[in-house]
T-cell receptor, first 117, second 113 residues
Framework: NAGVMQNPRHLVRRRGQEARLRCSPMKGHSHVYWYRQLPEEGLKFMVY????????ESGMPKERFSAEFPKEGPSILRIQQVVRGDSAAYFCASSRNSNRFPRTEAFFGQGTRLTVV | GQNIDQPTEMTATEGAIVQINCTYQTSGFNGLFWYQQHAGEAPTFLSY????GLEEKGRFSSFLSRSKGYSYLLLKELQMKDSASYLCAHKTLKSGGYQKVTFGTGTKLQVIP
């Protein structure tokens, strides 16, 4: 049972380009969270998705950022027209979240480290 | 997370015991997690408490008091490899039935010889 897979592990983009970050959840998990982590800081919630639905995007900037989790394929976090301040580690976590299983942990991927130059 | 407080940094000696505290304020509380994160790596799950009391798992124990909005992580017989950040996170039940996990900024623990 493979863990949460994120790719790429490292991504370098020039200012103004687009960044696409991918996250494949663990098998059997249909809930995905995206977090951003700046150096020496904690994890900041960005968005929570279920298959084909955005449940909570309260932590995601309104402009340039978007996320999706299609019926087939990985979840995608897309950052358009990147700026230097977007440089960070972006972590994806997945969970199996059902009322019958309240003790659910979120399992994290290895993260994508985005550097904007 | 703005409503989760934990110390920024701690230092402890190899072989000793250290307690990392976490206080939180939230509505719809539905459980508290502790994660370990080594520099440059993904967070890994350590413990989960939803009821008051102490949960022990080897060298690590976690305590929760729901009425006080307080938790701690206790690490015994510290080893050098325990040097990492320790993240406190709570799970809250939101309207619509989904559960949101919010993290604190983490406590960076340095274990010294």
């Amino acid at each position: 049972n493979a863990g949460v897979m994120q790719n790429p592990r490292h991504l370098v983009r020039r200012r103004g380009q687009e960044a696409r970050l991918r996250c494949s959840p663990m098998k059997g998990h249909s809930h995905v969270y995206w977090y951003r982590q700046l150096p020496e800081e904690g994890l900041k919630f960005m968005v929570y998705l279920q298959k084909e639905n955005i449940i909570d995007e309260s932590g995601m900037p309104k402009e340039r950022f978007s996320a999706e989790f299609p019926k087939e394929g990985p979840s995608i976090l897309r950052i358009q027209q990147v700026v230097r301040g977007d440089s960070a580690a972006y972590f994806c976590a997945s969970s199996r979240n059902s009322n019958r299983f309240p003790r659910t942990e979120a399992f994290f991927g290895q993260g994508t480290r985005l550097t904007v130059v | 997370g703005q409503n989760i407080d934990q110390p920024t940094e701690m230092t402890a000696t190899e072989g000793a015991i250290v307690q990392i505290n976490c206080t939180y304020q939230t509505s719809g509380f539905n459980g508290l997690f502790w994660y370990q994160q080594h520099a440059g790596e993904a967070p890994t799950f350590l413990s989960y408490n939803v009821l008051d009391g102490l949960e022990e798992k080897g060298r690590f124990s976690s305590f929760l008091s729901r009425s006080k909005g307080y938790s701690y992580l206790l690490l015994k017989e510290l080893q050098m490899k325990d040097s990492a950040s320790y993240l406190c996170a709570h799970k809250t039940l939101k309207s619509g039935g989904y559960q949101k996990v919010t993290f604190g900024t983490g406590t960076k623990l340095q274990v010294i010889p």
